[in-house]
């Protein structure tokens, strides 16, 4: 056999040494669990073998291929691709589960702690691969690892005693999820099987290289009608978005994530907040072909810049964007239940980072734009995370030290029982605003950016209008979004603030739950920290998306 | 292709090894089995339950339990099938041959090894969280 195909099938394995220590780790917790109920003990194992797989991954971070032609066979024929981007979101989620177990640490009954906390190390391992995938299939299997253990959490997270069973709002929630999200999981799989049917292969640069002969092949003989792939293309992509959608809580798949969220316990939103919008966001990139690493320059213009992901692609993710946002945000000014204000802050955010998808094949023609819109929606899932998580956490220690923080009016007077929470709270608040100098503004700059960097059309029609006005009005709304969400998120500021504590708030003092507030401090660190100097993180999203500026100078070299 | 019936001899074999015993056990049990016809005995069978009445009728949730532990083997041997004709088997006088490349054979050998210790995990899991104990 082809030693470079034997190579890009079994070669990528030692790469995924910090998924598979994931996994072996989850079977120990789980089994574990049966013998001993004891949350710090379970909590250290996942944080030690968190630990252990980040230290896997910094050995053994991108592989080295000996010549071209082993790159390319791994291109086509490896079912993970393990380029930058992959690395950063491998590193982010991994990050993101450190945060997520400190956080969830008190949330669940103390027997039900070990599964808990093995179904979050699925769910990084998931977050992992997604990010990694290469194949179709893969990609789905990843999904599913994401989204199967949160059907799990949304049930271990509540109940006290194994008879005891949910209440009925807990359990509204779990069943919501679970039958939405298998519906999602079964639209997506559709799309995927239209992708399959059409060019098969479920590689994903095969994919994109059989759209690109499909179209070459129309334009050859007939230039004005569009190629049935193509027409057959757009609808597997539409439900492709679809599904996806849901777990990015896109308009109109957002109308579960409200319920789900005031539902369940804080701990558990906290992790459909962040858990399924990762993981959603690295499929989309990865499905629509926005990164394809190691093409030239050549085959990547070419791959965009037919009709189907040049001209339709972008103008329906502009509506999901700016529908998302503006419904997040005018449904968030109505909320008085805080889980379900930041349910729909997260649906109004997913609607910002879908404008950096939304211009990114556009921003292809702009040589010189700072930004490419793809790496302005992964610096905004990493600031998203952090303020997001921060804000939870805060909510989720406040629960576990007995204090009510249900509702927007159980947080009034924080300010005077407890300083230092609404401090780094308003700074949360702050950041999902986007006001300087926190990670908010960063990540809304550099979306906002990409929207204002979109060159005018060559050729002006009237329909579609000129893509330069569509997308600075796509900023524009984005920027009265923004400005919208600040009354809902400024509210809780000033009830923390302005208002007097209810007697109830100011006699609870229960025990602190260290984690929880190690949790919440490293997320107002990522938060500041970013806001204050965001360059770091910006050079990490930037080399992780190869730019096509930078490949153009790299050909430039070759040849 | 030449057409040879001596190669379909087996299944001729086989078909009438089915019958016949499908055959011999019912005549056997009618001539030899002792028959009393109580009014229960002469009710149509239906795995035990009452036949007669609305078919919405409370199951006990300790069936589900068994189901998906039942489908957990199922999907298990579903996998084990294609593993186990996947090995090398001698197809003559010459080498051994099979369907997959050498050198993946080891590979698959353990990645199927995991798969069945996952299965064992979950099967574990499920003894020591009392899904047998029939409570």
Same mark, same amino acid.
């Given at each position: 056999?082809?030693?470079?195909?034997?190579?890009? !099938?079994?070669?990528?394995?030692?790469?995924?040494?910090?998924?598979?220590?994931?996994?072996?780790?989850?079977?120990?917790?789980?089994?574990?669990?049966?013998?001993?109920?004891?949350?710090?003990?379970?909590?250290?194992?996942?944080?030690?073998?968190?630990?252990?797989?980040?230290?896997?991954?910094?050995?053994?971070?991108?592989?080295?291929?000996?010549?071209?032609?082993?790159?390319?066979?791994?291109?086509?024929?490896?079912?993970?691709?393990?380029?930058?981007?992959?690395?950063?979101?491998?590193?982010?989620?991994?990050?993101?589960?450190?945060?997520?177990?400190?956080?969830?640490?008190?949330?669940?009954?103390?027997?039900?702690?070990?599964?808990?906390?093995?179904?979050?190390?699925?769910?990084?391992?998931?977050?992992?691969?997604?990010?990694?995938?290469?194949?179709?299939?893969?990609?789905?299997?990843?999904?599913?690892?994401?989204?199967?253990?949160?059907?799990?959490?949304?049930?271990?997270?509540?109940?006290?005693?194994?008879?005891?069973?949910?209440?009925?709002?807990?359990?509204?929630?779990?069943?919501?999820?679970?039958?939405?999200?298998?519906?999602?999981?079964?639209?997506?799989?559709?799309?995927?099987?239209?992708?399959?049917?059409?060019?098969g292969t479920t590689n994903l640069p095969g994919l994109a290289d059989a759209f690109r002969r499909a179209s070459d092949l129309s334009a050859a003989t007939e230039p004005t009608v569009p190629s049935p792939l193509m027409g057959m293309g757009m609808v597997a992509l539409?439900?492709?978005?679809?599904?996806?959608?849901?777990?990015?809580?896109?308009?109109?798949?957002?109308?579960?994530?409200?319920?789900?969220?005031?539902?369940?316990?804080?701990?558990?939103?906290?992790?459909?907040?962040?858990?399924?919008?990762?993981?959603?966001?690295?499929?989309?990139?990865?499905?629509?072909?926005?990164?394809?690493?190691?093409?030239?320059?050549?085959?990547?213009?070419?791959?965009?810049?037919?009709?189907?992901?040049?001209?339709?692609?972008?103008?329906?993710?502009?509506?999901?964007?700016?529908?998302?946002?503006?419904?997040?945000?005018?449904?968030?000014?109505?909320?008085?239940?805080?889980?379900?204000?930041?349910?729909?802050?997260?649906?109004?955010?997913?609607?910002?980072?879908?404008?950096?998808?939304?211009?990114?094949?556009?921003?292809?023609?702009?040589?010189?734009?700072?930004?490419?819109?793809?790496?302005?929606?992964?610096?905004?899932?990493?600031?998203?995370?952090?303020?997001?998580?921060?804000?939870?956490?805060?909510?989720?220690?406040?629960?576990?030290?007995?204090?009510?923080?249900?509702?927007?009016?159980?947080?009034?007077?924080?300010?005077?029982?407890?300083?230092?929470?609404?401090?780094?709270?308003?700074?949360?608040?702050?950041?999902?605003?986007?006001?300087?100098?926190?990670?908010?503004?960063?990540?809304?700059?550099?979306?906002?950016?990409?929207?204002?960097?979109?060159?005018?059309?060559?050729?002006?029609?009237?329909?579609?209008?000129?893509?330069?006005?569509?997308?600075?009005?796509?900023?524009?709304?984005?920027?009265?979004?923004?400005?919208?969400?600040?009354?809902?998120? !400024?509210?809780?500021?000033?009830?923390?603030?302005?208002?007097?504590?209810?007697?109830?708030?100011?006699?609870?003092?229960?025990?602190?739950?260290?984690?929880?507030?190690?949790?919440?401090?490293?997320?107002?660190?990522?938060?500041?920290?970013?806001?204050?100097?965001?360059?770091?993180?910006?050079?990490?999203?930037?080399?992780?998306?190869?730019?096509?500026?930078?490949?153009?100078?790299?050909?430039?070299?070759?040849? | 292709?030449?057409?040879?019936?001596?190669?379909?001899?087996?299944?001729?074999?086989?078909?009438?090894?089915?019958?016949?015993?499908?055959?011999?056990?019912?005549?056997?049990?009618?001539?030899?089995?002792?028959?009393?016809?109580?009014?229960?005995?002469?009710?149509?069978?239906?795995?035990?339950?009452?036949?007669?009445?609305? +078919?919405?009728?409370?199951?006990?949730?300790?069936?589900?339990?068994?189901?998906?532990?039942?489908?957990?083997?199922?999907?298990?041997?579903?996998?084990?099938?294609?593993? +186990? +004709?996947?090995?090398?088997? +001698?197809?003559?006088?010459?080498?051994?041959?099979?369907?997959?490349?050498?050198?993946?054979?080891?590979?698959?050998?353990?990645?199927?090894?995991?798969?069945?210790?996952?299965?064992?995990?979950?099967?574990?899991?499920?003894?020591?969280?009392?899904?047998?104990?029939?409570?």
């Open positions: 056999m082809n030693p470079n195909l034997v190579t890009a !099938l079994t070669g990528y394995l030692p790469y995924l040494v910090p998924e598979m220590l994931l996994g072996a780790a989850a079977c120990v917790l789980f089994l574990g669990g049966t013998w001993r109920a004891n949350r710090h003990l379970w909590g250290g194992v996942a944080l030690v073998s968190l630990a252990m797989a980040a230290l896997a991954l910094s050995f053994n971070p991108l592989p080295h291929y000996e010549s071209a032609s082993v790159a390319d066979a791994s291109r086509y024929a490896s079912p993970v691709m393990l380029d930058r981007l992959a690395l950063l979101l491998r590193g982010v989620s991994l990050a993101g589960g450190l945060l997520l177990v400190l956080l969830c640490w008190d949330s669940m009954p103390e027997n039900r702690a070990a599964e808990y906390h093995a179904c979050l190390l699925l769910m990084v391992a998931g977050m992992g691969l997604c990010a990694a995938a290469n194949e179709l299939v893969t990609l789905f299997l990843a999904l599913e690892l994401t989204s199967i253990p949160t059907y799990l959490i949304l049930y271990l997270g509540k109940s006290s005693t194994p008879n005891d069973g949910l209440d009925a709002a807990g359990q509204e929630a779990a069943m919501k999820y679970f039958l939405l999200s298998i519906f999602s999981s079964a639209l997506t799989l559709f799309g995927f099987s239209y992708l399959y049917g059409m060019a539409v439900m492709v978005v679809a599904g996806l959608g849901f777990r990015l809580t896109a308009v109109p798949f957002h109308f579960y994530a409200p319920d789900v969220y005031q539902g369940t316990t804080t701990a558990n939103a906290a992790v459909l907040a962040f858990v399924p919008k990762v993981a959603g966001f690295a499929a989309l990139v990865r499905v629509l072909g926005f990164v394809l690493p190691n093409l030239s320059h050549e085959v990547f213009t070419a791959t965009l810049s037919r009709p189907i992901l040049r001209e339709q692609l972008p103008i329906l993710l502009w509506i999901v964007a700016a529908v998302t946002m503006t419904l997040g945000n005018l449904l968030g000014l109505l909320q008085d239940n805080l889980r379900r204000l930041l349910a729909y802050s997260s649906v109004a955010h997913a609607g910002y980072m879908l404008i950096g998808l939304a211009a990114a094949p556009r921003l292809l023609d702009a040589f010189d734009a700072p930004v490419d819109g793809v790496d302005a929606v992964f610096f905004y899932l990493v600031t998203y995370g952090a303020m997001t998580l921060g804000a939870f956490g805060v909510l989720q220690y406040l629960s576990s030290s007995g204090q009510k923080a249900e509702t927007v009016d159980d947080l009034a007077g924080l300010s005077k029982t407890r300083p230092g929470l609404a401090l780094i709270m308003v700074l949360f608040l702050f950041s999902l605003i986007g006001i300087p100098f926190t990670a908010g503004f960063m990540g809304k700059f550099l979306l906002f950016a990409g929207a204002l960097d979109v060159p005018p059309s060559q050729e002006t029609t009237f329909w579609p209008p000129d893509q330069r006005t569509l997308f600075v009005g796509l900023a524009l709304l984005a920027a009265l979004n923004a400005a919208i969400g600040g009354w809902y998120y !400024l509210r809780i500021a000033a009830v923390m603030y302005l208002r007097d504590p209810s007697p109830l708030a100011a006699a609870a003092e229960g025990k602190r739950s260290w984690p929880t507030l190690a949790a919440v401090g490293l997320c107002g660190a990522l938060t500041l920290g970013i806001g204050i100097n965001p360059d770091p993180l910006k050079r990490a999203v930037q080399s992780a998306v190869p730019r096509l500026t930078d490949m153009v100078s790299v050909s430039a070299v070759e040849h | 292709m030449d057409f040879a019936l001596s190669t379909y001899y087996p299944i001729f074999l086989f078909l009438l090894v089915v019958v016949g015993f499908a055959v011999s056990a019912l005549v056997a049990t009618h001539l030899l089995g002792p028959s009393r016809r109580t009014p229960v005995k002469q009710m149509p069978y239906e795995s035990g339950m009452d036949p007669i009445g609305d +078919a919405r009728q409370h199951f006990d949730v300790k069936f589900y339990l068994i189901a998906i532990l039942f489908l957990v083997f199922d999907v298990e041997l579903l996998f084990l099938y294609p593993w +186990a +004709a996947m090995y090398p088997w +001698a197809s003559g006088p010459g080498e051994p041959s099979s369907y997959l490349p050498g050198e993946f054979q080891s590979l698959v050998f353990w990645e199927v090894l995991v798969f069945l210790l996952s299965v064992v995990v979950a099967y574990i899991y499920a003894w020591r969280r009392g899904v047998f104990r029939w409570r």
